[in-house]
């Protein structure tokens, strides 16, 4: 059997997508740098630094949050917590792992609509080198 190459799943993942609702799902993450959102704040959409590099922004859910800090951020000082209504995102969110795992992650595939952003959250480390996340 042959494998279907990448370009051709994921053409066949968004048509599949498209023809089933997007399920409800709680609350998404996702982590920006606190001067690229800000910066990003004059339009109605926000998009990451990398988006072009990877095709989507990269998101997790509220019981990843925490490994997603420390396997990717763990010599970053500031971020800020984007906390997303997935249901408020117009383009496709796929839950997938890009990387090989099993966990699956939410990724957007286009533009974020800074109206699905509910709260902003400045994230800093405190003196034992830690995150403190909101309650």
Known sequence: MKAIPDIAFRLLQ?????NF???????IYHLASPAWFQAQKINSEYLPEQFSEDG????????QLLGVLSRYFQNTEHLMLL???????SCDVVDEN?????????HIYGALPLAAVLRTYPLTRNE??????PE
């Not at 609702?21 to 609350?27: I, R, V």
């Open 14 to 18: 968004q048509a599949l997508i498209k």
């Open 21 to 27: 609702p997007k399920p409800s799902m709680e609350y």
């Open 56 to 63: 989507f922004i990269h998101c997790c859910y509220p019981n």
């Open 83 to 89: 906390v997303i209504d997935r249901d408020k995102v």
């Open 98 to 106: 890009t990387h090989g795992g099993t966990e699956l992650f939410p």
């Open 128 to 133: 034992k080198g830690i995150f403190d996340l």
